[in-house]
């Protein structure tokens, strides 16, 4: 392999990964949401979680918020906060599906007062990322039908248009929205952002602030997201990722724990397509359901910094020239030499470098911080998905 691995280094050094600021509440599925002990019970609380693993990564200076759930009464002084504890305020994601008025849609709703709710708190999340510096404000919308008939399917994406051209209108010069898509659920017939496709046009009609978020939950089994990847980059439309991991459906796992070679293809296309920038944000987004919050998300930070040490390893020339000479098995040998390789020794050494413990996960668990919060946190748990 003729891939230099100081730049390698050098690469990885310069890698973000953001976490969620309700990946270290409660949470579950609808049928148990399980307690565990020392989830944070307020926003700042999430904020020190996540700065736990920074301290261990490197690599994850930033925090994604989730309004409301991380509602507070002054923004700049949660990202301050934030700051003080060396991570910043990441995306704004919107949450316009728990609420009674949301049930036929938020933005899509029939009901013109209802969109006008919605399109408020969208309004005012942007507001928020003005207070906390945020650049990117992440639109997920659980929107949809159930049943053939109950809505018009066209004057749902009429509506969509409208919200999101007044969501974009209200950006500022370095703001942006990443548009998130998904498959099915909560609405299991039609979904008014089903597919990239969908999130696409709708961003490429408004313009450069409008960007698709790729969730890898959020395909039909089989689907080649790295050719979406690919695609989205050449385009100039890939605003980020969403990184989960899914066996059926939206199932939310650790990063790279179903099908890390997808993974692994996944950053391929990114470092090949020039994705490998700030321009692309890479976020995790996933709920512990049965394993412990903090060394989950370290484990999940580990395991992209894994994948993409591998893509960095492919050997482009020799990739290319089998490539240009047609050599299929040639082609292939390169990829998955890159694909085999074992890089945990390469990002132990670059953590010492960086002067971090070369084992995060041990790293942790010696420290002491859980049966710290497992000690103070006794009185309940901060709103996410399981309150
Ligand atoms: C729901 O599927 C979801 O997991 C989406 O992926 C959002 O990004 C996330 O919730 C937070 O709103
Ligand atoms: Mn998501
Ligand atoms: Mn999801």
Redesign the pocket.
Known sequence: MTTDIAQVKAALRTQRIET?S?AYGNSGTRFKVFSQEGVPRTPQEKIDDAAQVHRFTGVAPRVAL?IPWDRVEDYAALATYARDRGVRVGAI???V?QDNDYMLGSVTNPDPAVRKKALNHLLDCVDIMDATGSRDL?L?F?DGTNYPGQDDIRARQDRLAEALAAVYERLGDEQRFLL?Y?LF?PAFYSTDVPDWGTSYAHCLKLGPKAQV?V?T??HAPGTNIEFIVAFLLREGKLGGF?F?SRFYA?D?LMVGAADPFQLFRIMHEVIQGGGFTDEVAFML?Q?HNIEPKIPGQIRSVMNVQEATAKALLVDGEALRAAQRAGDVLGANAVFMDAYNTDVRPLLAELREEMGLDPDPMAAYARSGYFEKIRDERKDGQAAGWGA
């Open positions: 969620p309700w989730h994601n919107s949450n599906f992440k997920w659980s998130e998904k659920e978020v969730d939950g959020h969403d989960n939206d939310d987004d709920c």
